[in-house]
Every structure is written in C-alpha cells, then in structure tokens.
C-alpha cells in the first residue's frame, strides 16, 4: 500500500523553477508537440480535481490543461476554485497536450 503525504511543503522563498517564464494554456494547446518534453510553468484556477488530489483541470481564460502530478509522488488537498502555479513537463498522452506536474503552489503553500 502506498501512502502520500497531504501537507505541503512550505516554503517562505518560493522555489526558482516556479519563477520562469509563463506559457498561456493556449500556446501549449497550440503548439503541443513544440513544447513536448519541455519543462514550463503555467498559472489558472483549478476547475476540477480528483477527489484524491492526484490530478486537477487547470484553466487559465485561454484554455484548459490536465495536470497529473500523482507521477511526481505528491497530492494537493481538494483547491477547485483557487488559483494555482504549476511548474512541470509538458507531454501527449492519446493526442492530447497535458503537464505533469512537479510543482504546485496554491495560496502560498508549496506541493512537490
């Protein structure tokens, strides 16, 4: 059995990965196979996430991603309706654009 650890890692600086450059939902949409395998930072709220925590829909005005972050070993807490900063590796599973997610800032608090 395996077990995830729901507290966040907080942090008073956030991490350096989470300051980069941020892609519109769209221009990954867009441009998927441009930016597959690459490593991008994107910001939204979230409209949807498993009840475990393990994935979430972010959406950002320009469009809307899937966000597995179960991969990376760590859950969030149930957030739909917050906004959130997600720092990951884009990737197409069937045809589809989607991040998985290293991590995610909510509300201050750090996930990774």
Do not use: H
């Not at 070993?73 to 045809?95: C, H, L, M, S």
């Not at 654009?97 to 990774?112: A, F, Q, R, S, T």
Request: proline content about 5%.
């Amino acid at each position: 059995m395996v077990f995830f650890d729901l507290s966040p890692v907080l942090s008073k600086n956030v991490p350096a990965d989470l300051d980069g450059e941020e892609l519109r939902i769209s221009g990954i949409l867009d441009n998927a196979t441009l930016y597959e395998g690459k490593m991008v930072v994107i910001e939204g709220t979230i409209e949807r996430e498993c009840p475990s925590g393990c994935w979430f829909i972010l959406n950002d005005d320009t469009g809307s991603i899937y966000v597995d972050i179960l991969p990376s070993n760590f859950v969030i807490p149930q957030k739909r309706g917050e906004d959130a900063k997600v720092y990951g590796e884009v990737t197409i599973k069937d045809g589809d654009p989607m991040l998985i997610g290293k991590i995610v800032e909510i509300g201050g608090e750090i996930y990774k």
